[in-house]
């Protein structure tokens, strides 16, 4: 079964960083174009970026564009999203999905922003 | 890029019958497809329609998902109305970047 596992989450201070980290298993990673999403508390879904299956197609949200780097290894069935210059905006739960469609979702992991 | 537009909120009885609209802004609907998301409280999003109208493996038949052309719009339908389907939806399309539709609370009373 496909299974997605976020981590790297936590609190982080205004203009700090983190590393997000998703694992893969239960298909073949490779074939697939990634996705992240986030949700800030109370409110909806945003995306935030995808990467195509061989890492050769990037695209963002405006939002994020110049301070967030998606990245995959498919040797490693992981998926990665590199945020620089954090914001308090920023604070939400990130989730990892399979696909520009998202047919499947990890369980996702929170990122606070705040001094 | 273009914005999709989801009713706030919409309510309705067990065993009733709703319609949930998702409008694109601009640039056909049928151009790319739509999915649709149920989120419960405290929980990651799930898939419960893909491609316009395909129902993933274990999603009752009672949810279906269409596209109408002269409205710009896709529909996501819900039949014998369940408390368990209590819920935000949300619709979701991609060309060369994602856009979410902003949610519907589903309140079912």
């Known amino acids: 079964q496909v299974q997605l596992v976020e981590s790297g989450g936590g609190l982080v201070k205004p203009g700090g960083s983190l590393r997000l980290s998703c694992a893969a298993s239960?298909?073949?990673?490779?074939?697939?174009?990634m996705s992240w999403i986030r949700q800030a508390p109370g409110k909806g879904l945003e995306w935030v970026s995808y990467?195509?299956?061989?890492?050769?197609?990037?695209n963002y949200a405006d939002s994020v564009k110049g301070r967030f780097t998606i990245s995959r290894d498919n040797a490693k069935n992981s998926l990665y999203l590199q945020m620089n210059s954090l914001r308090a905006e920023d604070t939400a739960v990130y989730y990892c999905?399979?696909?520009?469609?998202?047919?499947?979702w990890g369980q996702g992991t929170l990122v606070t922003v705040s001094s | 890029n273009f914005m999709l537009t989801q009713p706030h909120s919409v309510s309705e009885s067990p065993g009733k019958t709703v319609t949930i609209s998702c409008t694109r802004s601009?640039?056909?609907?049928?151009?790319?497809?739509v999915q649709w998301y149920q989120q419960r409280p405290g929980s990651a999003p799930t898939t419960v329609i893909y491609?316009?109208?395909?129902?993933p493996s274990g999603v009752p038949d009672r949810f279906s998902g269409s596209i109408d052309s002269s409205s710009n719009s896709a529909s996501l339908t819900i039949s014998g109305l369940k408390t368990e389907d209590e819920a935000d939806y949300y619709c979701?399309?991609?060309?060369?970047?994602?856009?979410f539709g902003g949610g519907t609370k589903l309140t079912v009373l």
């Open positions: 990467i195509s299956s061989s890492s050769s197609y990037t």
């Open positions: 239960g298909f073949t990673f490779s074939d697939y174009y």
């Open positions: 491609e316009d109208n395909q129902r």
């Open positions: 601009s640039g056909s609907i049928a151009s790319n497809y």
């Open positions: 999905a399979r696909g520009e469609g998202a047919d499947y």
């Open positions: 979701q399309s991609y060309d060369s970047a994602g856009v």
